[in-house]
């Protein structure tokens, strides 16, 4: 059956007609093809046959009256004027059910040395969201595994947020977290311009093979044209969309949307765009918030992507372009603070600066009620936190401090604990938490 469907795929690439044209001229990063005025689009692929015998892909970023303008997807060595570039067309990506468990880069090619069989249907990479009238509204609180997301900043089917942190903090190490731990049928993973030698140690140490039984992992590493890394995340999202399509609940993890966006500005600075967010083009905020809302509910409540959006701050500087977009069409967003993670408490996460907005709906009263009251003990802890630490605040002088420094530890410690027990057991622990403790004794002070 498996050969039948290889074969079945294997034809559907054919092509009857195979359309050329020649390059006439190289203009910096662009090589530009006489020829393919008939047929070209923007976003096309040709295949370059160089002089040298290698073979070199480009897409199409312009087109004029008798050009078309491509932007190669590698190194323009061996290239000449003259050389044969052969019109592929758009360039989908086919996805299969056999991928789950697998490590493939955003052209569908497998990584991990073992064949891959490409699925019957091509899937277009920029598609449209569910239409907003019919698509289905956000599903029941999903088991995290994390006792901090069972509570405070619930996940909820179909919900999509933002994970916002500095290099070194831990992103990762939760993302492995979320991979083995969520509720989901099946897990995507977009490694976005990641360092190469960490494919393998996220692989192996922090997905594990519990985590990858279940996962396809869509990777691009930094060293790759910004046309591979900019894929990486389009191809993702379509792999999701075909499990989606199944019916089957989805957690998308991208990582990250700020390299996405890297690729994209180096992409639309060599197509002519002129830069204005602070260096990206304008279009950058149409390309993340267009993949953002494909994300989410299925049509008709037919399958959902859960996904966990991945950003890189500089300085925590949550207002900078990439942050403060896709925070706008995001339904919550965590934070993750270097000093929280430099005082040695993972994850590291600023629940003070975090939300969900699947809150309050997703909970009952009774639970709104704790999240209330340990984001209320939190927030006066952190509002006396310098005059605590510099010994200047006299116990006595406000009871909400004083029982906020009180509970302060077990709160603080609870972020980081593991939920066992699903969400009803992270509540109890929770309502432990936020128990009165018994005054210490004169002899005992």
Known sequence: MEALEELRAQVAELRPLRVYGRINR???????????TDTARIGDWLNIATGTGGHIGAEILRLTANEAHALPDGPRDGLAIGDRAEHLGARGIAPD??????????????LDGRPLLPGARMRALDTAAP???????LGARLDTGMAVFNTLLPVVRGQRIGLFAGSGVGKSMLLGRF??????????????????????EFVE?????????RAVVVTATSDQ?????????QAA???????????????LLADSITRMAEAHREVALAAGEEPSLRGYPPTVAHRIMALAERAGPGRDDIGAITAVFTVLVAGSDMEEPIADILRGVLDGHVVMDRAIAERGRFPAIDVLRSVSRAL?????????ARIGEARRFLGAYDRAEMMIQAGLYEAGSDPLVDRAIQLWPALDGFVAEDAGHGVKGAFARLAQCLEPKPAASAAQR
């Open 26 to 36: 190289i203009d910096g990063q662009l090589i530009s093809v006489e020829g393919l």
């Open 97 to 110: 059910d056999s991928w789950i468990g697998r490590v493939i880069d955003p052209y569908g090619r497998p």
């Open 131 to 137: 239409e907003p009238a019919r698509r289905g509204r």
């Open 179 to 200: 991979a083995r731990a969520m509720q989901a049928d099946v897990v995507v993973i977009a490694l976005i311009g990641e360092r190469g030698r960490e494919l393998r």
């Open 205 to 213: 140490d922090v997905l594990g093979p519990e985590g990858l039984a």
């Open 225 to 233: 044209p910004p046309l591979t890394r900019r894929r990486c995340a």
């Open 237 to 251: 999202m379509s792999v999701a969309e075909h499990f989606r399509d199944q019916g089957k609940h989805v957690l």
């Open 360 to 368: 309050p709906h997703c909970a009952t009263p009774e639970e709104n």
